[in-house]
């Protein structure tokens, strides 16, 4: 089974694009899910990130507390390094057993969607990766999707927006995302038939 990576900057609109996928019956895997699951299932990922950034990051109950993460690590690009380096080894394991049980189905997709929007700077990921697909919007659309979706000032939108870098050379194929979710089921249907993939 083919590995298609899904990427795009904050508010691009990955995750609509996800959800028409995975009403094509494409597999898709949210790393971003899969990391917040790993982060309430392995209690020494939180440990490990308290012991690094030198503070909890856990709500009252000893949930993790993801706006403190994000408030933390979003701020510096050395510390968005640290907080990779000690959970994506744990999501890149998930996503292998992951594959393999999709691979292990009666009826096995023509591919699958690792989506991930720091694919694109991690060679540990993309040696799995057969092709990289950018999802893409107009700085406004991002800003307005993002600030609305996550409740803060667009003005904190753009700073975890400066730490991101998208590498263009290394994607195949770029979904546009401005218009309605029509639009982008059409899109979506269109691109990954350049590719070969429909």
Request: glycine share 6%; with cysteine.
């Amino acid at each position: 089974m083919k590995t298609v990576a899904l990427t795009g900057g904050i508010g691009s609109g990955k995750s609509t694009a996800r959800s028409v996928l995975t009403g094509m019956g494409i597999p898709v895997y949210d790393s971003d899910s899969a990391a917040k699951r790993l982060y309430r299932e392995d209690d020494s990922l939180l440990d490990s990130i308290e012991s690094a950034f030198g503070r909890s990051v856990r709500a009252s109950d000893g949930s993790p507390d993801f706006r403190k993460i994000a408030s933390i690590v979003f701020s510096s690009q050395d510390r968005l390094a640290t907080l990779e380096s000690i959970v994506h080894p744990a999501v890149l394991s998930d996503f292998r057993r992951w594959k393999a049980s999709m691979e292990a189905r009666d009826e096995v997709a023509p591919f699958c969607v690792l989506e991930s929007a720091i694919i694109l700077e991690k060679p540990d990921f993309l040696k799995y990766i057969d092709k990289v697909v950018l999802v893409d919007a107009s700085l406004q659309t991002r800003l307005k999707r993002a600030s609305e979706r996550d409740g803060v000032d667009p003005s904190e939108i753009l700073k975890r927006m400066a730490v991101q870098r998208f590498d263009l050379s290394k994607v195949d194929a770029i979904i546009h995302n401005d218009g309605t979710k029509e639009e982008l089921e059409a899109e979506v249907r269109k691109v990954f038939r350049s590719l070969g993939l429909l």
